[in-house]
């Protein structure tokens, strides 16, 4: 009898431990590159995607094609933002890099909050909520 109780006991044990790793897997990681990867959308129809390499693609014009590209970093849940090139020039303002806070509020979410960015296109797309596309 006793056999049969530990028998019961560790399976329970091994379908707690299988929820929380199945739980852990569903989760958006919160922090770090990998919690940014992947291709966002605002409500101006804007397109972003960000690259686990640290590059990303700006789709502004709603063509397929991306118009603005850079490179970021990420340190905990601040990212800084370095556009590299653009279809147009790069207006003067947009030369420097922008710094933002994110958080990740649930899967198919992306929200920034202000650091420092002297671009005032950028920060009029990036402070809006971004949505899973």
Not at 22 to 41: D, E, H, Q
Not at 79 to 101: A, M, S
Request: charged fraction near 20%; proline fraction near 5%.
């Amino acid at each position: 009898m006793g056999a049969m109780k530990l028998q019961r006991f560790l399976r329970f044990v091994f379908l707690g431990v299988l929820i929380a790793l199945v739980s852990a897997c569903a989760t958006p990681p919160r922090s770090g590159p990998a919690a940014l990867a992947g291709t966002w959308n605002n409500s101006l129809g804007t397109v972003w995607t960000i690259k686990v390499d640290g590059t990303f693609d700006v789709d502004r014009n709603h063509d397929g094609k991306r118009d603005i590209w850079g490179t970021y970093t990420v340190a905990g849940d601040t990212i800084t933002i370095q556009e590299t090139g653009r279809t147009t020039p790069i207006p003067r303002d947009c030369k420097g890099p922008g710094v933002y806070k994110f958080s990740r509020p649930d899967a198919n979410t992306l929200m920034f909050t202000l650091v420092s960015d002297a671009c005032a296109l950028r920060k009029k797309n990036v402070l809006l909520a971004q949505h899973k596309k």
